[in-house]
């Protein structure tokens, strides 16, 4: 964009376009530990079981060559399963918060320029730190920033 072409955002953009950004990443890593947790605590495979399992992506040479068990197998996929429905309502649930307190189009605009422009960075960076600073780290403050 050149000059003439820059677009504008007031600081209200940027604090929507925050408070949905916070909230995605709060709601990614709740969903990570979660993903982990169950990994982790799982009785029929130790963690580093679990990634070998997820990196053979179903090919039958490379599951053979592990000598995946069923009770890993279903443990495996129950654990997937759990994930991939996640992060599906995940995504349904941020889109949504996209096209309803930002806006799609600003939305798309905002997050291109951002990649852009560095004074834009700076300013949205400062909004962000400033919404952070005002919320306490529990889950449901951060839950309610929107």
Do not use: C, P
């Amino acid at each position: 964009l050149n000059a003439q072409e820059e677009v504008s955002y007031s600081n209200e953009d940027l604090q929507k376009y925050a408070k949905v950004m916070i909230w995605a990443e709060y709601e990614k890593e709740r969903m990570t530990k979660l993903y982990n947790g169950w990994i982790d605590n799982d009785d029929n495979m130790k963690s580093a079981r679990f990634v070998e399992i997820r990196d053979a992506k179903g090919d039958s040479v490379k599951m053979g060559a592990l000598a995946v068990s069923q009770s890993e197998l279903s443990a495996f996929a129950l654990i997937q399963n759990n994930y991939d429905s996640m992060t599906a309502s995940f995504r349904e649930l941020y889109i949504g918060k996209i096209k309803e307190e930002i806006g799609a189009s600003l939305y798309n605009s905002l997050n291109k320029s951002l990649k852009s422009e560095e004074d834009l960075r700076q300013r949205y960076s400062r909004i962000q730190d400033s919404i952070l600073e005002r919320k306490d780290d529990s889950s449901e403050e951060i839950q309610d920033l929107n």
